[in-house]
Each structure stands twice: as C-alpha cells, then as structure tokens.
C-alpha cells in the first residue's frame, strides 16, 4: 500500500481480539470536570461486565483545575466497578497534550493503546465492537464520529476524528510517541501534534486506516464545557514547526516526559485503593 490515511474499512487479521489482549483508554484532561461526570456516569459505569474486566481506563490529568482525582467523591468509590488510574502531571505547562498523552500512554500496561480527547468517547455497543477486534501491529486505527449537536453543520462533519486512535505501544514507543516539542510552553504554539504524530506514523512504515463500523462519539457546542481557548496565531506557529519538523529543518524530539508527575488515584475491580 501508498502512504496516507486509507479512508477505507481496514479488517483486522491479529492473532488475538482486545477482550482477549486487554487494553487501555487513555484520556488527557484540563479540569474540564463536566466532561469527565459525563464520560464516568454515561459511559464508563454503563459498560457490560466482560468490557470492564479486560477493559482499563488511565486519566492523564494534565494539571488543571480542579484536578481530577478529587472528584472521586465518596459516593462514586461506593459503586466503583472499573479500572481506572489517574496520573497528575505536577507542572501547568501551557498546552501540553502531547506530554499528557504521552505520559497516559507509557503507564499503559497492556499491547494495545486506544487514545481520546476529553470530548469524546464509545458507547458500550461501539467499545463492544473494538474490543472484538483483532488489530494488527502494524497498522494504527482511527475512527469516524457522530457528533453530538444542535449545529446541523457540524453533525454532518463524520470525517474520523485525528486524535482518537488504538494502536501497538510498541509502534509508539519505536517513532518517541507525540512530540513535546509542539507543548505550547516550548512553542508558543497549539496543535498540530497529533497530524506530526500521523507523518511519523507513515514515516517509519506503520499504516494508518479508517474502521467505517465503528463510531466514536464526540460532544460538542457547550455541553461538557471548558473548551480550550486558541487564536489562529498559536496554530499558525505550530504549523510551521510541523513544516519545519517534516523538512528536516528541525529535528524530531525524542525526549518525552519533560516534568514530573505522580499517580494519584488507582482502582482494580472490586479493590479501591485510592493513593
């Protein structure tokens, strides 16, 4: 196959499904408190048994207000069946979800990684469909979206989401993961770390495709709240440091992790252990 994201249904010939693998959802967030009651009571906590067993959820909590973990309230621990961990990264670095990620992704401990914006998420009979599936090693999976919206314009946007991906760690770690470099606290810039993300994909001979039958879901307009504010300005400056990154007028980062951070919640199935 030519280079490029095929927009096309990519089967998926692994040895192996997810529910037999295990995997783990990572989220980066900001605060962003709404987004997460939503995703924890509408989603997380209406899954079925066998996706929660085999099925673990790491926050990257990216240093924002209010942090995350203190909204484990006493009556959530109560009626905790899932496994999530959060990681809080200890240093307000403007723009970070690339190191977010990052960290999200390196404390992952199964094969397979499936990442998300704080916007975003599968419902249980999409995780159901994922968590069948057999994904290769070599290949990196995105996935279309049904937005969730009052804009017509907007809900006919289904264009795969660029961030919201499941993939081998061993294809993440062999590429130095989501270049910190594009961290608005070096840059002076936002986004476009996950398109960089994408070309060294292709660049070190991974495939990227599309899976048509499986749905994302992605919140819009004001309904989860604290959207991150950017000018044309911060995505211009990013935008040429991609460029500049891609025509090797700049060099690839390959240091992640560039703060410190410390795990500050941690719950197993039936074992809550808050830390």
């Known amino acids: 196959m030519g280079k490029g994201i095929h927009i096309s249904y990519q089967p998926g010939h692994g040895k192996h499904t997810l529910y037999e693998k295990g995997l783990t959802l990572v989220h980066p967030f900001y605060g962003e408190a709404k987004r997460f009651e939503t995703l924890y009571n509408n989603h997380w906590m209406q899954y079925r048994s066998e996706i929660k067993d085999k099925l673990k959820i790491v926050i990257a909590d990216d240093c924002g207000t209010p942090a995350i973990h203190i909204l484990m309230s006493p009556s959530k621990l109560k009626r905790l069946d899932i496994n999530l961990s959060i990681y809080r990264i200890l240093k307000d670095l403007k723009y970070n979800t690339p190191g977010a990620l990052n960290l999200g992704i390196m404390v992952a401990d199964t094969e397979h990684v499936l ?30 979206r049904n937005r969730i919206t009052n804009d017509s314009k907007w809900k006919m946007n289904t264009r795969y989401l660029p961030c ?39 660049k070190y001979n991974y495939h990227i495709g599309v899976i048509h039958d499986i749905t994302a879901t992605e919140y819009m307009d004001d309904l989860v709240g604290n959207r991150v504010f950017r000018t044309l300005g911060h995505e211009n400056i990013n935008r040429q440091l991609r460029y500049d990154k891609q025509e090797n007028r700049k060099p690839e980062s390959t240091h992640m992790l560039r703060f410190s951070w410390e795990r500050t919640f941690c719950n197993r199935r039936s074992n809550v252990t808050p830390v």
């Open 164 to 202: 919201t991906m499941l993939f081998h760690k061993d294809m993440f770690l062999h590429i130095n993961g989501f270049d910190e470099d594009f961290t608005g606290e070096y840059s002076g810039g936002y986004a476009f770390f996950d398109n960089h993300f994408d070309f060294k994909i292709l």
């Open 115 to 144: 990442i998300m914006d704080s916007d975003c998420t599968f419902s249980d009979e999409e995780m159901h469909k994922i968590m069948s599936f057999k994904p290769e090693r070599n290949w990196v999976y995105k996935f279309r």
